[in-house]
C-alpha cells in the first residue's frame, strides 16, 4: 500500500518516520543528465573510468520488486519531497530470496552440525528477539539477534562434532571454524537488513551491509555447500561441486543488481557503479570463480595431480569450465569492469570462448570419452583420436557459432552446412556405422543445418527420422542379442522404451515450432514422453538387480538423477507455459507427472510414482486450473466442486496401499484398520482443502463440513476404534501383512483394555463440531440443545466410566449422571433458555451433592467385597481403591474448573456488552448514521442472536451465577490441592501452577461482596504466600516434634534451637507478604523508605534456613518488594503525567 495515496484519499498531511533523521548534502547542486543532455557531457561519460556501466541494462522496477528509478527533485515541490519521503520509508530489501537460497541452507547446515547446544541457544535467542520486536523494543530485538548469533557462535566452538576433528588437522579446523563464523556473521547481517528502523534512520548503512553480503556470500556459500554435499556423498569429486557451485552463486550475486536502497542513496557518496558491487569486488568474484576451484583441487589430489594425461585435463576443466561460463555470464553484465564497450567485450567473448572451448572438448575427450565410452569407438588408431576430435569440436565450434549469432550470410550458413555434414559423417565413422549406409547420417547433417539456417521444420522432420534409425541400429547392434535381465525385464524389451523415449524427445522441438492450432501434437508428445521416462526411472530404481551369464550384480539408479530429471522437467513445462507453447491443461498434468517422480524418493513401493501421480491430479486443479489471466482467478462452479471432491475421494482410495505401507515404515508394524480409515478421512480432507479455501471461501457451509471431515479423520487416527472387516476393502498386501504372526511371536498374547468405547469419544467431539459450526441449529432450536446436551454427556460418560473405572461397575450410574449434569449446565448457561434461571441451580446443587456420594461409595462398596482376601490381595486392591478415588478428584475438578470457565466468560461478555451499549447510548446523535465497528458488530450479532432469551436477561434473572461460579472455582482448588498433598507430597512449585485458577473468582453479593476487578490478583497472592506459610509451619513441625516418632526420636535430630531459628527466619519474611498482599488489595502507595527497610529482611531467611520452604518465602518476598516498587512507581509517574 503507498503511503503517499493513502494520505491523499484520507486528506490527511502524511510525515515520514525518516524525517526525524534528516540529513544534509555537502555537495554543490547540480543539473541532472536529463536536464542538461550536453555532448561534453557525454563525452566525459564515454572516456571516464570511474564508473563504468554493464552491457545490458538493469532489471526495471517490474522485475526488481521494490527497485525504482532515482527521481528528480528539481521542481518537485513539497508534494514531491512528501511523495519521496514516504516511498523511502516503504523501502524494502528487495533480495531476501536470492540471499534466503544461500544463507537458509547455509544455515541448516551449521544447526546439523553444531547440534542441540547451538539449536538450544538460538532458539532461546530468537525467541527473545520476537518478543521484543512484540513489544516495540526495536534496539533490543536488533541487539538480542547479534548477541543469539554470538551466543550461537560460541556454543557452536565448543561442539563435539569439530572437536574431534581438531586433533587430526589443526589448521583445517580453524580454517572450518572460521569460514562457520564469517557465514553466522553474514546471516546477521541479512537479519539486520529487515529491520525498517535501520533502513530508516541509516541509510547509508544498510547500503553499505547490502554490498557486504553480495561481497562475501559468492565467497564463503560455495565452500560451505561443498561441506555438506561432501559429508554426505563423498571427497572423491569435491572440486567439480565446488566448481558448481562456485558458478551458482556467481550468477546470483556477481551478474549487476540493482540496490534494494537506490533511492536513498542519492545523500550517499557516489557509488563506484549503478548496481550493488563495485570492481573491485567484481574482479574479486573472477578471480575466486576460476582459480579456487583449481587450486582446491590440486591441494586434495597432490600426490596425483600430473600422474596421467586425465588428471592433467581434470586441472585444465576445473579452469576452463568456469572460465566459458563466465564469458556467458558477460553477456548479463558480469565483466562490465573489464571494458564498457560492446564491441571490445564482444572480441573478447570470441578470442576466449574459442581457445577455452578448445581445451574443454580436447579434454573431455581424454576424460570422459575415451576413458568411459571406449567400448563404442570402432574406428582403429590414431584415426580414432582424429575423427572424435572432428566429431566433438566441429560440433562444439558450430553450435558456439550459433548461440553467438554467427551464423546469418550465405557464407556463414555454407561453412555451417558443410561442417554439420562433416561432423555427422566422422560420429557414424566413429561408432562403426556401415559404409554403405554412410550418405543417411550426412543427410541428416544437411538437414539439420538447413533447419536452423532456414528455419524449415520438414528439414527438421527429416532429421528426426533418419536420426531415430541410427539410433536404431545402434541399439540393435550393441545391445539387441545380450542375454541380459535389466530393471526386472530383458534387456531388449528395455532397450524398446529407451528408444521410443529417445525419438519422443527428438521429436518434441519440432512439434513445440507448430503452429498454435495443431499444439495439441506438442501436448501429446511431452505427455508421452513424460510417461515413458517416468516408467523407465521407475523401473531403473526400483528393480535394482542385473542378471547376466547366471551372475547377479545390484545397479543403483542414483536418487540424484531422480531429482536431476524432476526439476530440468518442471523448468521445461515452466518454459513452455510462459511461452504459450502449451496450454494450463498440459502443464497441469506434465507438472503433476514430473512431481510424482520424487515420491519414489520416500516410499519403496513399485508403484508409488503412479498412485501418486493420480492423487496429484485429483488434487491439484483448483490450484493449477481454473485461472483466467484476463479476468482475474476463475470460481469453479458447485457440481465441478462435487466432481472433484468425488474424484479426490476415489483417488485417495486408490492410494490405500500406499498409505498402509507408509504407516507401516512410521509404526514398525502393520496399522490397525482404524488408523487406514482415519488416514484416508484425513488425507480426503487435506486434500479437499484447495477447493474450499480458494474458489468457495464465502459458502460457511463448506469450510464447515471440510472442519468435520479432517476432525473426524484425526478423531480416528488419534482413537483407532475397532472396525470389523468388512468395513475395510482388503488388498491383498494389507491381508498379507495383518495375517503375519510376527507380534505375537515377540510379544506373546497380551491383554488389552476394550478399544469399542472409543467409539463414544468420536461422537462425542463429532456432535461438538457440528454444534459449535452451527451445522446442527442447537443455538435456535432448545429442543436440539437439549438432546444434544443429553448426548454429549451420555457418551462422554459412558466413556469416562468404561476407560478409567472399568472395575467399578456401581459407579456407572453416577458418573454418567455426574457427566450429563455438567454437560446440560454447561449448554444451557452458554445458550440460556426460558427455564435456565430455574432450573440450572438445581443442576449444579445435584452436580455438587453427587462428589460426596460418588467418592465415599467408591471404598465403602468395593472394600466389602474383598473383606475376606489375603493381606496381598487386599492391600492391591487398596491400592487400586485410592488410584480410582484419585480419577474421581481430577474429573470433579476439571468439571468444576469448565463451570467456573464458562461461568467466568459469561459475565465478562456481559460486562464488556455492557459497556459498549453505554458507549453506543451516549454517543452525538449527529453521528448515529455512521456507526463505530463495534456498534455495527452489535447490531449484526443482535440480529442473528436467538430471539427467546439471552445471557443478559440470564443475568438479570439469576443473580446466582457469580456465586456458583465463586463455589466452582473454590471447590476446584480445594481438589487440586488435595491432589497435590496426595500425588507429591506438597511440592512448593504446584502452588504457583494451581494459584492461578483463583483468577476465575467473581464479585457476588454473598461471599465475596468487595472482591472487584481491581483486586483479582489478590486471591493468587494470598494463596501463594498463605501456601507457602503453612507449608513450612508443617515442615518445621514435621520436624522437631517428639511424638511424630521419626528420626529426630531415635538419633538426636534437630530440636528446639531448629524450630526457634527457622520460625524466627519465617517471621523475618511475612512483612513483605503482608505488604504486598496488602497492596493487591487497595494499590496503596506505600513509602519507599518502608519497601527499602523490609526488603533485606529476606536475606537472612534465604541465606542460613535449613528448610526449602522458607527460603522460597524469602525470594518471593524480595520479588514481591521489587515488584510493589516498580507498580507503585509506574502509578506515580502515570498520575503525574495525566496531572
Known amino acids: 500500500m503507498d503511503p503517499s495515496g493513502s494520505a491523499s484519499r484520507q486528506g490527511r498531511l502524511l510525515i515520514s518516520p525518516s524525517l526525524s533523521t534528516p540529513t544534509f548534502s555537502t555537495r554543490s547542486p547540480s543539473p541532472s543528465p536529463a536536464a542538461s543532455p550536453s555532448p561534453h557531457h557525454h563525452h566525459e561519460r564515454r572516456n571516464s573510468t570511474s564508473s563504468p556501466k554493464p552491457l545490458v541494462p538493469f532489471p526495471s522496477s517490474s522485475s526488481a520488486g521494490t527497485y525504482r528509478p532515482r527521481s528528480s527533485t528539481g521542481g518537485a515541490g513539497p508534494r514531491g519531497a512528501g511523495a519521496s519521503a514516504s516511498s523511502s520509508s516503504g523501502a524494502a530489501f528487495a533480495h531476501n530470496a536470492r540471499l534466503a537460497a544461500a544463507l537458509v541452507p547455509a544455515a541448516a547446515f551449521l544447526l546439523d552440525l553444531g547440534g542441540l547446544p547451538v539449536f538450544a541457544v538460538l532458539a532461546v535467542g530468537l525467541a527473545a528477539a520476537y518478543l521484543l520486536d512484540a513489544l516495540q523494543l526495536r534496539q533490543g530485538a536488533f541487539f538480542t539477534v547479534w548477541a543469539a548469533l554470538i551466543a550461537a557462535d560460541v556454543a557452536f566452538f565448543f561442539s563435539a562434532s569439530l572437536s574431534s576433528a581438531a ?74 561441486y565446488f566448481a558448481a557451485f562456485c558458478m551458482v552463486f556467481y550468477w546470483l550475486f556477481s551478474i549487476p543488481r540493482p540496490s534494494s536502497f537506490n533511492n536513498r542513496k542519492q545523500d550517499a557518496p557516489m557509488q563506484d557503479s549503478d548496481g550493488i558491487l563495485g570492481p573491485l569486488e567484481s574482479c574479486v568474484h573472477s578471480l575466486y570463480l576460476l582459480f579456487v576451484p583449481v587450486l582446491f583441487h590440486a591441494a586434495s589430489h597432490h600426490a596425483t595431480l600430473f600422474t596421467s594425461w586425465g588428471s592433467v585435463c581434470e586441472l585444465l576443466l576445473l579452469f576452463f569450465i568456469p572460465f566459458l561460463f563466465q564469458l556467458y555470464a558477460s553477456t548479463r553484465g558480469a565483466l562490465w569492469w573489464v571494458s564498457r564497450d560492446a564491441r571490445t567485450m564482444d572480441q573478447i567473448r570470441m578470442a576466449n570462448g574459442l581457445v577455452a572451448l578448445i581445451v574443454v572438448v580436447l579434454c573431455l575427450e581424454v576424460r570422459v570419452v575415451f576413458h568411459s565410452f571406449g567400448r563404442y569407438i570402432h574406428a582403429p588408431p590414431p584415426l580414432n583420436y582424429l575423427l572424435v576430435t572432428i566429431t566433438m569440436l566441429g560440433g562444439a565450434l558450430g553450435l558456439a557459432a550459433h548461440a553467438a549469432g554467427k551464423v546469418g550470410d550465405a557464407a556463414s550458413s555454407a561453412a555451417f552446412t558443410v561442417l554439420a555434414v562433416l561432423v555427422s559423417g566422422a560420429g557414424a565413422v566413429v561408432i562403426g556405422f556401415p559404409v ?34 541410427m539410433v536404431l541400429w545402434f541399439v540393435v547392434h550393441n545391445y539387441w542379442d545380450l542375454n541380459i535381465w535389466i530393471a526386472g525385464m530383458p534387456l531388449k524389451s528395455f532397450t524398446k522404451y529407451v528408444v521410443a523415449a529417445v525419438i519422443m524427445a527428438m521429436a518434441v522441438p519440432g512439434l513445440a515450432l507448430l503452429p498454435t492450432k495443431v499444439r495439441f501434437l506438442l501436448e501429446l508428445g511431452l505427455i508421452g514422453h513424460t510417461l515413458l521416462l517416468c516408467y523407465i526411472e521407475n523401473r531403473l530404481f526400483n528393480y535394482a538387480a542385473m542378471y547376466y551369464f547366471g551372475f547377479e550384480e545390484d545397479i543403483i539408479y542414483p536418487s540424484y538423477m531422480v531429482m536431476i530429471t524432476t526439476f530440468l522437467g518442471l523448468a521445461l513445462v515452466r518454459m513452455l507455459y510462459v511461452d504459450q507453447r502449451v496450454g494450463p491443461k498440459a502443464a497441469w498434468i506434465l507438472t503433476c507427472l514430473y512431481s510424482s517422480k520424487l515420491s519414489m524418493l520416500f ?39 462435487y466432481f472433484h471432491a468425488s474424484v479426490v475421494a476415489f483417488s485417495a482410495w486408490l492410494c490405500r496401499e500406499t498409505i498402509f505401507e507408509a504407516l507401516q515404515w512410521w509404526n514398525g508394524r502393520p496399522p490397525s484398520d482404524g488408523l487406514l480409515l482415519g488416514s484416508y478421512i484425513l488425507l480426503t480432507g487435506v486434500a479437499c482443502i484447495p477447493i474450499v479455501v480458494l474458489h468457495f471461501p464465502h459458502v460457511q457451509s463448506a469450510k464447515r463440513f471440510l472442519v468435520l471431515v479432517v476432525a473426524t479423520g484425526l478423531l480416528f487416527v488419534i482413537m483407532q476404534p475397532p472396525i470389523k472387516l468388512s468395513w475395510v476393502y482388503r488388498s491383498e498386501l494389507i491381508t498379507a501383512a495383518h495375517l503375519s504372526d510376527d507380534d505375537t511371536s515377540i510379544y506373546g498374547f497380551v491383554a488389552s483394555k476394550p478399544t469399542w468405547p472409543s467409539w463414544l469419544l468420536i461422537v462425542t467431539v463429532v456432535l461438538t463440531l457440528a454444534a459449535v459450526t452451527s451445522i446442527i441449529p442447537v443455538k435456535y432450536v432448545v429442543e436440539l440443545r437439549a438432546l444434544y446436551a443429553v448426548a454429549v454427556g451420555v457418551t462422554l460418560g459412558i466413556y469416562i466410566s468404561v476407560q478409567y473405572f472399568f472395575q467399578a461397575l456401581v459407579l456407572y450410574p453416577l458418573l454418567v449422571a455426574t457427566v450429563l449434569a455438567a454437560a446440560v ?154 491432589l497435590n498433598m496426595t500425588l507429591t507430597g506438597g511440592s512448593n512449585r504446584a502452588i504457583f501452577f494451581l494459584a ?77 507478604h503482608i505488604l504486598f498482599n496488602r497492596f493487591m488489595w487497595d494499590y496503596v502507595r506505600q513509602t519507599d523508605a518502608k519497601l527499602l527497610l523490609t526488603l533485606p529482611l529476606n536475606l537472612p ?24 516498587y516498580m507498580i507503585s512507581r509506574r502509578i506515580r509517574i502515570a498520575g503525574m503525567k495525566y496531572i
Open 167 to 240: 586433533a587430526a588437522s589443526l589448521p583445517l579446523t580453524t580454517l572450518a571454524l572460521l569460514l562457520c563464523a564469517q557465514t553466522s556473521f553474514l546471516i546477521g547481517v541479512w537479519a539486520s537488513l529487515q529491520f525498517r528502523w535501520i533502513q530508516l534512520e541509516n541509510p547509508t548503512i544498510v547500503v553499505a551491509l547490502e554490498r557486504l553480503l553480495f561481497a562475501c556470500v559468492p565467497i564463503a556459500a560455495p565452500a560451505l555447500f561443498t561441506w555438506a554435499l561432501v559429508s554426505a556423498v563423498g571427497m572423491a569429486n569435491a572440486s567439480y
Open 436 to 469: 554403405v549406409f554412410l550418405p543417411l547420417p550426412m543427410i541428416s547433417g544437411y538437414y539439420v543445418a538447413r533447419f536452423f539456417t532456414k528455419k524449415s521444420l520438414s528439414s527438421y522432420f527429416t532429421f528426426v527420422a533418419i536420426g531415430s534409425l
Open 603 to 641: 516410499m519403496t513401493s513399485r508403484s508409488v510414482i503412479w498412485v501418486s501421480a493420480v492423487l496429484l491430479l485429483a488434487v491439484t486443479p483448483p490450484l493449477l486450473l481454473y485461472r483466467d489471466k484476463s479476468k482475474g482467478p476463475a470460481r469453479m462452479k458447485v457440481w465441478q466442486a
Open 825 to 978: 449446565f454447561v449448554v444451557f448457561t452458554h445458550l440460556p433458555s426460558e427455564s435456565s434461571t430455574r432450573v440450572l441451580p438445581w443442576v449444579f446443587s445435584f452436580l455438587v451433592a453427587l462428589f460426596p456420594v460418588t467418592y465415599l461409595l467408591e471404598g465403602q462398596l468395593r472394600a466389602k467385597s474383598f473383606a475376606d482376601e489375603d493381606e496381598a490381595e487386599k492391600f492391591t486392591n487398596m491400592l487400586a481403591i485410592e488410584g480410582a478415588r484419585m480419577s474421581l478428584l481430577g474429573l470433579y475438578a476439571a468439571i468444576f474448573m469448565i463451570i467456573g470457565l464458562e461461568i467466568k466468560f459469561e459475565l465478562a461478555l456481559l460486562l464488556r456488552d455492557k459497556a459498549a451499549d453505554r458507549g453506543v447510548a451516549h454517543g452525538p446523535s449527529s453521528r448515529s448514521s455512521a456507526f463505530p465497528p463495534k456498534a455495527r458488530l452489535l447490531q449484526q450479532r443482535r440480529a442473528h442472536a436467538a430471539p427467546t432469551f439471552t445471557i443478559k436477561r440470564l443475568a438479570a434473572e439469576a443473580a446466582w451465577m457469580p456465586a456458583i461460579g465463586n463455589v466452582s472455582t473454590v471447590l476446584c482448588f480445594i481438589i487440586c490441592l488435595v
Open 996 to 1072: 492461578p485458577i483463583l483468577l476465575l473468582l467473581n464479585q457476588d453479593s454473598d461471599i465475596f461482596a468487595g472482591f472487584g476487578d481491581r483486586q483479582r490478583y489478590f486471591p493468587v497472592t494470598i494463596s501463594i504466600s498463605g501456601y507457602l506459610l503453612l507449608t513450612a509451619l508443617y515442615r518445621i513441625w514435621e520436624e522437631t516434634w517428639p511424638g511424630n516418632g521419626g528420626w529426630a526420636l531415635d538419633i538426636g535430630g534437630p530440636g528446639w534451637l531448629f524450630a526457634v531459628k527457622n520460625v524466627a527466619l519465617l517471621v523475618l519474611t511475612l512483612p513483605n
Open 1101 to 1124: 531467611s534465604i541465606i542460613m534456613t535449613d528448610i526449602l520452604t522458607i527460603r522460597v518465602l524469602g525470594l518471593l518476598g524480595a520479588i514481591y518488594s521489587l515488584a510493589q
